[in-house]
Nanobody, 111 residues
Framework: QLVESGGGLVQPGGSLRLSCVES????????ITWHRQDLGKAREWVAT???????MYHASVEGRFTTTRDDAKDTVYLQLDNLKPEDPAVYYC???????WGQGTQVTVSS
């Protein structure tokens, strides 16, 4: 089971911190991915977090988004900084290769 939270409404240039609690898997061995999907658009990969701390980002968010993980809390975070009008979407955090997706958390950017 996984539960995403932390979304909300921010102005362009603002920040949000998304959280994702994952239970039912060996979290410290899990590769966690972040994806997003806006209405009418295809789902888009955003970032990946590997055990040990390595990360990778889509070019559109590189330098603005940061994913970290707290294995003791089975939680992964996505810090969203300098949010842009193209960033609004529902954000999800499935484990890599998993068929289990949560309900996501909505990010809205509007002035």
């Amino acid at each position: 089971q996984l539960v995403e939270s932390g979304g909300g409404l921010v102005q362009p240039g603002g920040s949000l911190r998304l959280s994702c609690v994952e239970s039912g898997l060996p979290f410290n061995e899990a590769i966690i991915t972040w994806h997003r999907q806006d209405l009418g658009k295809a789902r888009e990969w955003v970032a990946t977090s590997w055990p040990g701390g390595a990360t990778m980002y889509h070019a559109s968010v590189e330098g603005r988004f940061t994913t970290t993980r707290d294995d003791a809390k089975d939680t992964v975070y996505l810090q969203l900084d300098n949010l842009k009008p193209e960033d609004p979407a529902v954000y999800y955090c499935p484990a890599a290769g998993s068929m289990t997706w949560g309900q996501g958390t909505q990010v809205t950017v509007s002035s």
